[in-house]
């Protein structure tokens, strides 16, 4: 089972665009989610997640406060609005079922991501 981003595009600094998490087939209500971006030459990171009944974790502190991971049960997706976007938010962005507690994806393959950049 593979997962989908949505939303991405390019943004100006400063900007909220919001991503959409969704799976053909899957039911993300019964899952934690986590939200993982990649920037070239790196490795890809958790940056936040969300449990079966909407607690919330950071995996990365440079979104704290400016990120907030919701779900939408009756759509099927899990959200994540962004706020406040700098040019080191430049990523692709990536969801996957996670393990809560160690904030790993429970799956051996990654989905689609989607492309944020965001300009100066």
């Known amino acids: 089972v593979q997962l989908q981003a949505y939303g991405g595009g390019l943004v100006q600094a400063g900007e909220s665009p919001r991503l959409s998490c969704a799976g053909s087939g899957f039911s993300l209500d019964n899952y934690a989610i986590g939200w993982f971006r990649k920037v070239p030459g790196k490795e890809r990171e958790g940056i936040i997640c969300?449990?079966?009944?909407?607690?919330?974790?950071y995996g990365d502190d440079s979104v704290k406060g400016r990120f907030i991971i919701s779900r939408d049960n009756a759509k099927n997706t899990v959200l994540l609005q962004m706020t406040g976007l700098k040019p080191e938010d430049t990523a692709v962005y990536f969801c996957a079922p996670i393990n809560f507690v160690t904030r790993k994806p429970l799956m051996g393959s990654w989905g689609k991501g989607t492309l944020v950049t965001v300009s100066s």
């Open positions: 969300i449990n079966s009944i909407g607690s919330t974790n």
